[in-house]
């Protein structure tokens, strides 16, 4: 769907996958007028289709439409969109425990732009695949790369929403990771290099002596769904919840260390390596983090009771 500048959108239709034509000169071609949402969609024991907390991606779209200088489609809008989707991809979505359809809102301006300014119009599209297990390692433990050239986010910057431009910036830090056998970076703060971010596309938490941690988010890190989510499921579980500013020396001292993320899961860590040096944390059947998971995914596929909500039924 599309709208003008200081129109609101006109209602969308579903089509085939497929090209989509733009002006050269588009303002996400050349300017990064770009954002988008990751969600998932999944079948439940008895068969019933949900989507996890939509609202939330909604909302996340309209700051960082704000942020970007863009129009927004509305809560209803949006949630109406990946409903469609997802129902129209029904056949993709697998039955529990073997994966799920993710879903990929994409917010970009479509109008041409040549001098520096906001496009004049924007398209709002929606597309989705199936997915399985977003690490290589499947539910393995992951090894963390602690990046101490190359940042993130800075303040002020786009860090805090899910704006395009700041994935092509942490590709090259990932590739040489992943080129030495690590699974993914670790991002420290850009000002003080010292406290921990979060991951490419996922946030990390600490736990230690019953207390879980996790960076604040001050407008350089995603407010990632799932960390919200976890967050509360902690608690549930009766561990103290902490936001707070985490030094990369204390994370390494952690009893588990553990990402967050809507295609990565809850992902256990295994090792972190910084300044040469690697640490291995503990593995066992026994872990915090595999029991927030396990509370999660049993609320996302029907299976534990969802006292809060955030399940939307779609079929
Ligand atoms: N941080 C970044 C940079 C991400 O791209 C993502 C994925 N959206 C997350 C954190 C986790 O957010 P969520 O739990 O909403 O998927």
Redesign the pocket.
């Known amino acids: 769907m599309k709208c003008g500048e200081d129109d609101e959108f006109e209602a969308g239709q579903l089509s085939r996958f497929g090209n989509i034509e733009l002006s050269p000169s588009a303002g996400v071609l050349n300017y990064g007028q770009g954002i988008f ?3 998932k969609a999944y079948r439940s024991e008895n068969g019933g289709l949900f989507l996890f907390r939509p609202q ?2 909604a909302i ?1 779209m309209q700051i960082g439409a704000e942020r970007m200088c863009m129009q927004s489609p509305s809560v209803h809008q949006f949630i109406h969109a990946v409903k469609q989707t997802a129902l129209a991809n029904r056949r993709w979505i697998p039955p529990p425990g073997i994966g799920s359809l993710y879903i990929r809102p994409l917010l970009i301006g479509s109008g041409p732009v040549l001098g520096l300014a906001p496009a004049a119009e924007y398209t709002f599209l929606v597309y989705a695949s199936p997915v399985g297990n977003y690490f290589k390692e499947g539910t393995a433990p992951i090894n963390l790369y602690v990046e101490d050239v190359f940042h ?1 986010a800075g303040r002020g910057g786009a ?1 805090g929403v ?1 704006s395009i431009t ?2 092509a910036p ?1 590709l090259k830090a990932m590739r040489r990771a992943k080129d030495k056998g690590f699974s993914d970076v670790l991002y420290l703060d850009a000002n003080n290099k010292k406290d921990i971010e ?6 990390v938490f600490m736990l230690k002596d019953n207390v879980i941690s996790t960076p604040p988010t001050n407008g350089t ?9 976890i967050m509360d499921i902690a608690q549930d579980l009766g561990y103290q919840v902490q936001e707070r500013a985490i030094p990369i020396q204390e994370l390494l001292g952690a009893d588990e260390v553990f990402c ?5 899961g809850v992902a256990p860590v295994g090792s972190i390596t910084y300044k040469g040096n690697r640490v291995e944390y503990k593995m066992s059947t026994e872990l915090g983090c595999l029991k927030l998971h396990s509370t999660l995914v049993g609320i996302q596929r029907g299976e534990i009771e969802d006292s809060r909500g955030w399940l939307v039924q779609i079929e």
């Open positions: 949402e990751g969600t939330e991606n996340r993130r860090g899910k700041n994935y942490v979060e991951v490419s596309s996922s946030n890190i995603l407010e990632g769904i799932t960390r919200k989510s967050t993320g809507t295609a990565v």
